[in-house]
């Protein structure tokens, strides 16, 4: 007997080994964190890519005549780019009444711009860029108020291919494209731009850029001052009303791109702010109050919250069986392995296209993380310290061919 009951605890247990194995519930959760890992951002351009598989892009309007632009630039310690900003938007070939203002919150990028022939708000007080868009739209005085950054460069055409969706009663605001030239991000705004083409096919999309953006001046709404995404904000807004976002590829706007360093402090304030917005408008995650609960969740929380923190568990599972599991040595190994090409990109070393796509994929799952300890922590400002722009920004505005 003293024999069988041995044999019988060495099983741990009638039938407990297939229930209640620790190494069984340790794969279980592995391939779970994995699944996880791999479905948050696939799931959602999956799932658009199957119901809107048939739909084909909306053709554009045609405007019996253009209605007037107010182009809104947010500028600060923008003085090196301003005046060549601002001969950017009269060379894009609008055809009907242009305005342009500058919001400039430092002298000398207000003396630069007043210089260049712009209507200047300001200088004031430095309260972030929702306050500037507030304070550069309340003066406005066309219909129609375009948004764009002060180093951003707008492919020829771009005013146009915006302001002619507006013929149509029901669109509320148009996303342009944003594009980073000289640096190794164009996977992830691809896939913006094509999630951004597919939401509109099912009638609007949430992806305002701040950097290139037009909407009904009546159907605007001032800007929390404190949201560090007043672009989203803006979106939601717009939505909120019973009108739609439409995103147009052809409107372009080009910008240089920021050393690792600049980009990491950029991705986590926002990320941090997009946090803070779900937050405070959180009812509209609620699918029965929100058209666009489905996009929030798939376009937002999944890629930015579940996505990367299922990440970080299973690296940390991987680091802690690495000794026992050859995949999580594997696992593991491939993380350092990147982190020595993110390292050596910083350095200005050129990597191959899947190098670049490795660093990518790594770099936005970390930026989530530190995110969210921003968040957590309460550091969410609207307004940031700022360098004054270097000159050699400027050349964004050199050549179409840059895109």
């Known amino acids: 007997m003293r024999h069988s009951n041995a044999r019988w605890r060495r099983r741990g247990g009638a039938g407990s080994a297939r229930a209640g194995s620790p190494d069984r519930d340790n794969r279980w959760l592995g391939s779970a964190l994995l699944a996880a890992v791999v479905a948050a951002p696939v799931a959602y351009p999956g799932w658009l890519a199957l119901?809107?598989?048939?739909?084909?892009?909306?053709?554009?309007?045609?405007?019996?005549?253009?209605?007037?632009?107010?182009?809104?630039?947010?500028?600060?310690?923008?003085a090196a780019v301003i005046g060549a900003k601002i001969d950017?938007?009269?060379?894009?070939?609008?055809?009907?009444?242009?305005?342009?203002?500058?919001?400039?919150?430092?002298?000398?990028?207000?003396?630069?711009?007043?210089e260049s022939g712009a209507r200047v708000v300001g200088p004031g007080?430095?309260?972030?860029?929702?306050?500037?868009?507030?304070?550069?739209?309340?003066?406005?005085?066309?219909?129609?108020?375009?948004?764009?950054d002060a180093d951003a460069h707008l492919a020829q055409g771009s005013l146009t291919a915006l302001a002619q969706w507006f013929a149509d009663p029901r669109i509320g605001a148009v996303a342009g494209e944003k594009q980073v030239a000289g640096v190794g991000q164009s996977l992830y705004w691809r896939v913006e731009s094509w999630i951004k083409d597919r939401e509109s096919r099912l009638g609007t999309t949430i992806g305002l850029v701040g950097?290139?953006?037009?909407?009904?001046?009546?159907?605007?709404?001032?800007l929390p001052r404190d949201t560090a995404v007043d672009d989203l904000w803006m979106a939601l807004d717009v939505i909120e009303g019973g009108l739609q976002v439409h995103y147009d590829g052809d409107a372009t706007a080009v910008e240089t791109g920021a050393p690792l360093a600049a980009e990491w402090e950029r991705r986590t304030r926002t990320q941090a702010g997009l946090l803070d917005l779900l937050w405070r408008r959180r009812k509209l995650l609620l699918p029965w109050r929100s058209p666009v609960a489905g996009q929030l969740w798939g376009h937002k929380l999944l890629r930015s919250v579940v996505g990367p923190l299922a990440h970080a568990m299973l690296l940390a599972r991987a680091t802690v069986f690495f000794r026992r599991s050859l995949a999580s040595r594997v696992f593991v190994l491939l993380?350092?392995?990147t982190v020595l090409e993110v390292i050596r990109s910083a350095r200005g070393?050129?990597?191959s296209r899947t190098e670049q796509t490795a660093v990518q994929i790594l770099f936005l799952q970390a930026t989530a993380l530190g995110a969210m300890r921003r968040y957590l922590s309460g550091d969410r400002p609207a307004s940031w310290p700022k360098p004054e722009r270097a000159e050699r920004s400027a050349e964004v505005f050199g050549a179409d061919g840059q895109r």
């Open 335 to 337: 993380h350092l392995a």
């Open 51 to 78: 119901v809107t598989a048939r739909r084909e892009r909306p053709a554009p309007p045609q405007p019996s005549e253009w209605p007037g632009l107010s182009v809104v630039i947010a500028a600060y310690k923008e």
């Open 211 to 222: 950097e290139l953006a037009a909407v009904r001046r009546s159907v605007f709404r001032p």
């Open 349 to 351: 070393a050129k990597l």
């Open 88 to 114: 950017d938007v009269r060379g894009n070939g609008y055809p009907g009444e242009l305005e342009i203002i500058v919001v400039a919150d430092d002298p000398s990028t207000a003396e630069a711009a007043r």
């Open 125 to 148: 007080a430095r309260e972030g860029k929702a306050a500037a868009v507030n304070r550069g739209i309340g003066v406005a005085t066309q219909p129609i108020v375009v948004i764009s």
